[in-house]
């Protein structure tokens, strides 16, 4: 069993700054890929930035500048850390996993459950 849980949302004004971490743990043999995407109410969910194992990351232009994406692999974890945000940041934000299962060849994917980030203006 895999799990990812993220942490680090709320709420804060408009050029404030959060950080958000990505906990994978369970029987993880590796981890691939990390990336970080975000749902607004009636939006369909964004690829917002990615990290490979070897820390190649990439980022949606509406964000280039103002987050990055970091990760811990001897702790198997994920940042995403926001600067400058805008109330067109709020969303959902979910962290999603491609990861070898100690015993298993193949990778799958796997989603975390999401974390709530709210910028006000």
């Known amino acids: 069993q895999v799990q990812l849980v993220e942490s680090g949302g709320g709420l804060v004004q408009a050029g404030g700054s959060l950080r958000l971490s990505c906990a994978a743990s369970g029987s993880i043999a590796s981890i691939n890929n990390m990336a970080w995407y975000r749902q607004a109410p009636g939006n369909q969910r964004e690829l917002v930035a990615t990290i490979t194992s070897d820390g190649s990351t990439t980022y949606v232009d509406p964000v280039k500048g103002r987050f990055a994406i970091s990760r811990d692999n001897a702790m198997n974890i994920a940042y995403l850390q926001m600067n400058e945000l805008k109330p067109e940041d709020t969303a959902v934000y979910s962290c999603?996993?491609?990861?070898?299962?100690?015993?298993?060849?193949?990778?799958?994917?796997?989603w975390g459950q999401g974390t709530q980030v709210t910028v006000s203006s």
């Open positions: 999603y996993a491609t990861i070898r299962r100690r015993g298993y060849s193949a990778l799958q994917g796997y």
